[in-house]
């Protein structure tokens, strides 16, 4: 009896004593969004990135707003998001120094395959977007400030609809990243604006297809920025300015586009792009 | 769903090693953290216990009710102060497993301060004439009580780590749900499960009832078989 | 508090306890001294039980005094107390015994021996590993005994020790009684059976409605009780 209390209290102190591994080792916190990590993109980026230099990169997976808030804290040192009115609000703040562009993809909208709206096939989302609101077709909304959220918020003000105003029990706030959207869009069967690279990778799809793609308007582009160590001296600037450098380097743009799901390539490198 | 259990039933099979990290990092954040409280919340149970003091109803109060603290609230209450824009942000822990093991140290702490006190003040009333009489400090009273109800005190760790392993909401709130670093059961079944990844979702869903039976079978048993041999 | 060498003599001065509006002991007043037992005998409700909590330390009285070697307040250091009921600690009878040495600082080494030594007194030799709290209630209570013996006690209390006992229990405690009595240890105890504060007593204290109503030694009382009271109990008339 007395062995085996002497042997439960060595097990105790075992796990009390064990520290998880200190942050002193290399590595970088880096906010970003659901989208890039739900894609899988970063599945396949990272370890590429952790052989050629070592560090390891720790994701958190936000919204594109609450990404910049982390930065904001200095709780992240890089950031990496999709909507350049944030980004460059997030700059302006001095926040950042320098934003880099990335890479592009697209936003679609997926809806049900019974497409109640009747807008399958269009290449005109802003159209299609009335055509929903006019017909109440269910709609999910991420009302998250994620890259994704602000680009829907844009295209219903573009359709010139005050949607904040104007929604009905058809539209539906659910306030979640771009899983759970589709998720709840699958379950619904109802639309939802999704990106891409999401879309690609989603296993629980249901009944849901695109429903629109194509339109110039559904580009969405993607910014890296480095957190300000002026303003948070503990951002770690060499580590994450190494990170962004990769990103834009010839070998980590090519690692990017060569990120295919079924064949289909997600994300399309652009960081030489002077307008992105 | 049929094609999901099996594909589930697969992954566990397959003894994916992710799987294992996973799983290790589980047991660790929730196991560390009901050390961590049981050594501070057994003997301040006991201390409150047996003494009187000023305010001492209302501790108790305040304590029973936080048991029923929401554990996003508690996340939320260590993220604001382990943030590096916050009072605690030097010590540059969010977004690791300390700080997970601080949340949920935070939510386990009342439950086994509560259990502890309610058992301790069963066995005082017992105790009290003969301890009196053998003239036996506050302290030692303590310890005295706190070894002879060691077998009931476990059942307040169970119960302290069934309610940690089971959380989801303070631990992906200053965890961050770091891919390798700070994704646990809970949390990676809520990711997969977002994700639409079912089969991944079900598998850890199953590891982690398992576990929490097997704990709570261990502890029973050895509650029986110590309680017989030594008398407790 | 003070470390005396003796609590003896004890006294206690016109005490009163009350409680929940009920006077439980009247105007005490009554002195122990070295020397033969002491049993308080008298009917259920008299307060023998309260007098011997008080004379132990572990209740205060409401008014009046009681010291110990003529000081108030002093802790149990070598008086000793056997419950009606004792509590068994949830260990082994030989850890029962060693928790009690243990709290007279009685040093580890000399434990093995000591307890064995207990053990035999008490009659209960070879139980030692068995969980107190599965002895028999004859068994409990030699082990209580034991236990209170292990504390070396100058003065030693016992609240009915035999009253829920089996006549084989009830000798063998009255035997150790016996033995430790010729020890010099002061035996001061309750009970209810007449025949057993004859085999034990050197003094009596008769105790009705929380006074006390005759004082006397044991062959005085026995033989020729002075009050009617007394005289009543002893015939074995209810006293109500």
């Not at chain 1, 062995?3 to 520290?19: D, M, P």
């Not at chain 2, 961590?36 to 409150?48: K, R």
């Not at chain 2, 916050?86 to 140290?105: E, H």
């Not at chain 3, 033995?179 to 025949?195: P, R, V, Y």
Request: aromatic share 6%.
């Amino acid at each position: 009896m007395k062995r085996l209390h002497t042997l439960a209290a060595l097990a105790v102190l075992g796990i009390l004593s064990i520290t998880p591994a200190s942050a002193e080792d290399k590595s970088i916190v880096v906010a970003s969004t659901t989208s890039t990590q739900d894609s899988g993109l970063f599945g396949h980026l990272l370890p590429a990135f952790k052989q050629k230099t070592g560090i390891d990169v720790k994701v958190i997976a936000q919204g594109t707003g609450q990404a910049l808030d982390t930065g904001r804290r200095g709780d992240a040192d890089v950031v990496f998001v999709h909507a350049k009115s944030a980004e460059e609000k997030f700059l302006a703040e001095g926040q950042s120094t320098k934003r880099y562009p990335v890479m592009y993809n697209d936003f679609v909208l997926i809806g049900p395959k019974s497409d109640p709206a009747g807008i399958k096939g269009t290449k005109d989302i802003v159209a299609a977007l009335k055509t929903i609101k006019e017909k109440g077709a269910p709609f999910i909304s991420r009302g998250d400030r994620s890259g994704t959220n602000i680009a829907e918020l844009k295209l219903w003000k573009v359709a010139g609809i005050d949607i904040a105003k104007d929604k009905g029990p058809w539209y539906k706030d659910i306030g979640q990243g771009m899983g759970a959207a589709l998720n709840t869009a699958s379950a619904a069967n109802a639309y939802v604006i999704s990106d891409r690279g999401t879309w690609l990778s989603f296993k629980n799809r249901g009944d849901l297809v695109i429903a629109v793609e194509g339109d110039k308007r559904l580009f969405n582009q993607y910014g890296v920025m480095l957190v300000n160590p002026a303003k948070h001296p503990n951002v770690k600037a060499a580590l994450g300015q190494q990170f962004i450098d990769w990103l834009i380097s010839s070998e980590g743009q090519k690692t990017i586009a060569d990120y295919k799901i079924n064949g289909q390539q997600l994300f399309y490198p652009n960081a030489t792009d002077p307008n992105a | 769903m049929m094609s999901n259990l099996v594909s589930a039933f697969e992954l566990v099979h397959s003894f994916d090693a992710s799987l294992f990290q996973i799983i290790g990092l589980s047991l660790f954040v929730s196991l560390s953290a009901v050390a961590w409280s049981a050594l501070i919340s057994v003997p301040l149970g006991a201390l409150i216990a047996l003494n009187a003091f000023p305010g001492r109803t209302f501790i108790v109060v305040v304590i029973n009710a936080l048991m029923g603290l929401p554990p996003v609230v508690a996340g939320l209450i260590v993220f604001l102060s382990l943030s590096r824009s916050g009072p605690l942000g030097s010590w540059g822990l969010l977004f690791t497993p300390t700080a997970m093991i601080i949340a949920q140290t935070l939510l386990v702490t009342p439950i086994i301060a509560a259990l502890t006190r309610q058992t301790i003040e069963d066995a005082w009333i017992e105790y009290r004439d003969e301890l009196t009489a053998m003239n036996i400090g506050v302290a030692a009273r303590a310890a005295t009580l706190i070894w002879d109800c060691r077998y009931s005190l476990m059942t307040a760790l169970l119960a302290g780590f069934g309610r940690a392993a089971a959380e989801v909401g303070a631990i992906i709130i200053v965890g961050g749900n770091i891919d390798g670093f700070t994704r646990t059961m809970t949390t990676t079944i809520a990711l997969e499960t977002s994700k639409g990844d079912l089969p991944r979702a079900i598998a850890l869903g199953a590891v982690l009832v398992g576990i929490i039976i097997l704990v709570n079978a261990l502890a029973w048993s050895t509650q029986r078989l110590g309680a017989r041999f030594s008398g407790a | 508090m003070l470390a005396l060498t003796s609590d003896l003599p004890m006294a206690l001065e016109h005490v009163s306890v009350v409680a929940g509006g009920v006077r439980i002991l009247s105007d005490v007043t009554l002195r122990f001294s070295a020397g033969a037992p002491t049993v308080l005998i008298g009917p259920n409700g008299s307060g023998k039980t309260t007098l011997l909590r008080v004379a132990m330390g572990l209740l205060h009285p409401s008014s009046g005094t009681m010291t110990w070697g003529g000081y108030e307040r002093v802790a149990p250091q070598r008086r000793a107390i056997v419950f009606q009921r004792p509590a068994m600690l949830r260990r082994t009878a030989a850890a029962n015994i060693e928790y009690a040495l243990a709290s007279v600082n009685v040093s580890r080494d000399l434990w093995k021996q000591r307890t064995a030594e207990l053990l035999a007194m008490v009659g209960l030799s070879g139980l030692g590993e068995r969980p107190a709290r599965k002895l028999s209630g004859g068994e409990q209570q030699r082990l209580a005994l034991a236990r209170a013996l292990g504390r070396n006690p100058e003065v030693l209390f016992l609240d009915e020790p035999t009253a829920a006992l089996d006549p084989h229990s009830t000798k063998a405690i009255e035997d150790v009684l016996e033995t430790i009595a010729a020890k010099n240890i002061k035996i001061i105890m309750s009970t209810h059976d007449l025949g057993e504060a004859r085999r034990l007593a050197g003094e009596i204290v008769f105790l009705n409605h929380g006074r006390i109503a005759e004082t006397g030694s044991s062959a005085d009382f026995f033989n020729a009780p002075t009050t009617s009271d007394g005289q009543r109990f002893i015939a074995g008339e209810l006293l109500i």
